[in-house]
């Protein structure tokens, strides 16, 4: 079945260095897609959206790029800092009717000091 | 603040119980969402409900249950047919338009022994 998933399970990264998180969607037909942070014992955060009509969004230290062409999503952080340590998920509206997500397996961001 | 507030955060039960998670939002939404979340995994749905008195099935509905008789609430019953009840639980709600986020709880870690 079609389903969205996520190239690395862990990331990395520096403090201060930037962070890109790559997510997979295999709907073509997919038209908008969300980034979650889910800290430890928390629910997941909505950081950012997209719709397929665009290619890049930006928001405070967060762009999420999309390329439909093979269909992958990233997340970039730029200036990484120790708050973002956190597990990344991306979201896919599966049916693009209301509100049904399908949520890939999550990328664990670690920042080191 | 608005906010989805789940509780209680853990919950103890024996083998053979139902258990019932309280899920209360006054965000004014429409749509409400329960979700599963298994160690190291992304999350899966169990039930969702875009108005009062309607609910539907998502994609792991077999051994829950919910019902939906006002609007800034939706609890979730796991019931004893549930083989691996042990997990953390996500309430969402969304306004429940095309392409809007959902905004989540912080969760119940329902421990089953």
């Known amino acids: 079945g079609e389903s969205v998933g996520l190239h690395l399970p862990t990331l990395s990264v520096q403090e201060g260095d930037n962070s890109i998180i790559n997510c997979a969607y295999s709907n073509s037909a997919s038209d908008y897609f969300i980034w979650y942070k889910q800290e430890s014992g928390k629910g997941p955060q909505f950081i950012i959206d997209i719709r397929s009509n665009m290619d890049k969004r930006q928001g405070q230290r967060v762009t999420v790029l999309l390329n439909k062409t093979v269909k992958h999503l990233s997340l970039q952080i730029a200036a990484t800092q120790p708050g973002d340590s956190a597990v990344y998920f991306c979201?896919?509206?599966?049916?693009?009717?209301?509100?049904?997500?399908?949520f890939g397996g999550g990328t664990r961001l670690m920042v080191k000091p | 603040d608005g906010g989805i507030t789940q509780s209680p955060k853990y919950l103890f039960r024996k083998e053979g119980q139902n258990v019932t998670l309280s899920c209360e939002q006054n965000l004014n939404h429409d749509a409400m969402y329960w979700y599963r979340q298994d160690p190291g995994q992304g999350l899966r749905l169990i039930y969702y409900s875009q108005i009062v008195n309607d609910f539907q099935k998502g994609d792991i509905a077999e051994g829950y249950s919910v019902s939906r008789e006002k609007k800034e609430s939706f609890p979730l019953t796991v019931t004893s047919a549930q083989k691996n009840p042990t997990a953390f639980y996500l309430c969402?709600?969304?306004?429940?338009?095309?392409?809007?986020?959902?905004?989540f709880g912080n969760g119940t870690r329902l421990t089953v022994t």
């Open positions: 979201a896919e509206n599966r049916d693009n009717a209301g509100n049904m997500l399908t």
């Open positions: 969402a709600s969304s306004t429940g338009r095309t392409n809007s986020p959902l905004h």
